[in-house]
């Protein structure tokens, strides 16, 4: 009987060491998937007209700059939509030259953000906004360079 005892608790203690041992083999691949996402929830801030404006351009965090963390929240609430172009300047200082990025033809303003949010952090994100024909914001999407 004692030995069936041993048996069950050895039993018990291989289960725990596979469960842990699977674990760990488990994070790296999990945290390869759901990591950028998990950043990027991590770093969302409410958007604030003043530092947006102050454009710091990530300085003090160059991988997250205040206007990346910020853009989501300022596009779900469709603050924009319906502003002029005059309006739109003073919520968000002044916009980013024509010249660049390429697709900005597609915009009638564009902000950049910072780098583009993803496991690979090579291109920019930008802000791009439409002004229809009353000259008023129609449309606000993300752009990636």
Sequence with gaps: MNAERKNRKGCGSCLVASLIGSLLLALPVLW????????????????????????DRGIQSPNWPPRLCMVDDLIRSDRLIDLTSNEVVN???????????????????????????????IDSE??????????KVNRQWLYTD
């Design 32 to 55: 390869f998937i759901f990591g950028d996402l998990i950043a990027d929830l991590a770093h969302r801030k409410k958007f604030d007209a003043v530092m947006w404006q102050r454009d």
């Design 91 to 121: 919520l968000l200082g002044p916009p980013h030259s024509k010249s660049f990025p390429a697709g900005a033809a597609q915009c009638d303003i564009h902000y950049y953000l910072g780098p583009e949010r993803g496991f690979i952090r």
């Design 126 to 135: 930008w802000l791009f906004l439409k002004l229809g024909p009353d000259g």
